[in-house]
């Protein structure tokens, strides 16, 4: 994979080359590269910003640096179609494991990360003609820049690539993937703190090990990410599943789970 990503603060980028991105980086399964569109600025000073037509507050970033510094990444692309074009921006779409899982696929990934108020739309629309744009956010809250949204991404979206993680496994039961958050997990010794760990991870069990490990996914994603468990599809759901979802109230209507008052039947008490 070719990942370019267009900055006027390229040093913001330099994390990039640690740890298991840059370990990709030098065995050729990812190629990197940062461009700076002041780079391509023709006046005295370098000017990549100007005030907002319409008046307000902030800076714009003028937008032919920005295309010259696209078509300079999009002129020397090893992808035979368009490469993707995803803009770091508070307005954009969340962006998501399935989408990091659609980005790996790619051959070539650029990033353009605007600072103050963004990009001016023309170089948005205008890209469009060279690139799939994809405009993301990592969710609702604003930074600075989208420097450390990219620094966010390019680690979800290069983690997925083959032979960048160890242990492929790992990618298969982590959080998000089956649509669960993670099971807790707890390493020797087996008491820390007089805190002992759960019995059944002792037990050498394996299905009972799992049914615990599902039970522990099923209780945080209700408590921490109800949005999630609304997601679910019930037919994927056993009835274990389903009676410790209706502890925290969860019932299947219409084909769906939602939620009710919990059923003092249950017990509760997680
Ligand atoms: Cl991608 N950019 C900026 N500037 N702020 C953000 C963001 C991105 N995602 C959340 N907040």
């Not at 980086?25 to 000073?45: F, I, K, N, W």
């Not at 002792?202 to 609304?230: K, N, V």
């Not at 037919?235 to 939602?258: C, K």
Request: with cysteine.
């Amino acid at each position: 994979m070719r990942i370019d990503v267009l900055s006027i603060f390229p040093e913001y980028l330099a994390p990039l080359e640690l740890s298991l991105i840059g370990k990709a980086m030098t065995e050729g399964v990812l190629e990197l590269s940062v461009t700076d569109p002041r780079s391509y600025a023709t006046d005295r000073h370098r000017t990549v910003d100007d005030t907002p037509y319409g008046g307000g507050a902030g800076m714009v970033m003028k937008p032919e640096p920005w295309a010259q510094a696209l078509e300079s990444v999009t002129a020397a692309s090893p992808s035979s179609g368009q490469p993707a074009l995803v803009v770091p921006s508070p307005a954009g779409e969340v962006f998501t494991q399935e989408i990091a899982y659609e980005l790996a696929e790619q051959e070539h990934l650029v990033f353009a990360c605007g600072r103050y108020e963004g990009i001016d739309e023309r170089f948005i629309e205008w890209a469009s003609d060279h690139a799939v744009v994809r405009p993301m956010s990592l969710g609702d809250y604003v930074l600075n820049g989208g420097e450390v949204a990219v620094l966010a991404m390019v680690e979800a979206v290069t983690r997925l690539i083959p032979g960048v993680i160890g242990n492929p496994e790992s990618l298969a039961e982590e959080s998000h993937t089956g649509g669960l958050l993670e099971y807790p997990v707890y390493t020797k010794p087996a008491v820390w703190r007089e805190r002992a760990i759960p019995d059944t991870l002792l037990s050498g069990h394996h299905g009972h090990i799992a049914r615990w490990r599902r039970d522990q996914q099923l209780h945080r994603t209700a408590q921490r990410r109800p949005d999630m468990i609304e997601q679910l599809d019930p037919a994927e759901l056993n009835t274990a599943d389903l009676s410790i979802l209706s502890e925290h109230g969860f019932r299947v209507i219409n084909g769906s789970l939602q939620v009710c008052a919990p059923d003092p039947e249950d017990g509760g008490g997680h």
